[in-house]
């Protein structure tokens, strides 16, 4: 069965940092994109990074660039994001999304056909 497991969202005080985990089973990121989404309350899911796993690109959006950090761990499985100087704004449910490469959706993926169950990060001003 194909599956994503978040795991490391939590409760951070403004300008402190949380590192997201997203497991993969029953796949193998090869020529798969994989990344991240947010929803927060009344708000649509938006993109916030993702990476192709056999080259490495990258996306991140304005909101989170030069804060936020995504990296890929090919043999375990296990993408990464580490998240720095959190905002309020940065509160939401995060969601690991995987599908194989393309540039059709945010630069990395063709499509998206995995989803994770979310994680929750709440910032504290």
């Known amino acids: 069965e194909v599956q994503l497991a978040e795991s490391g969202g939590g409760l951070v005080q403004a300008g402190g940092s949380l590192r997201l985990s997203c497991a993969a089973s029953?796949?193998?990121?090869?020529?798969?994109?994989i990344g991240w989404f947010r929803q927060a309350p009344g708000k649509e899911r938006e993109g916030v990074s993702c990476i192709a796993s056999s080259d490495g690109n990258t996306y991140y959006s304005d909101s989170v660039k030069g804060r936020f950090t995504i990296a890929s761990d090919n043999a375990k499985n296990t993408m990464y994001l580490q998240m720095n100087s959190l905002k309020p704004e940065d509160a939401a449910v995060y969601y690991c999304a995987a599908g194989p490469q393309g540039t059709n959706f945010l630069g990395c993926y063709r499509y998206i056909d995995v989803w994770g169950q979310g994680t929750l990060v709440t910032v504290s001003s």
């Open positions: 029953g796949f193998a990121f090869d020529n798969y994109a």
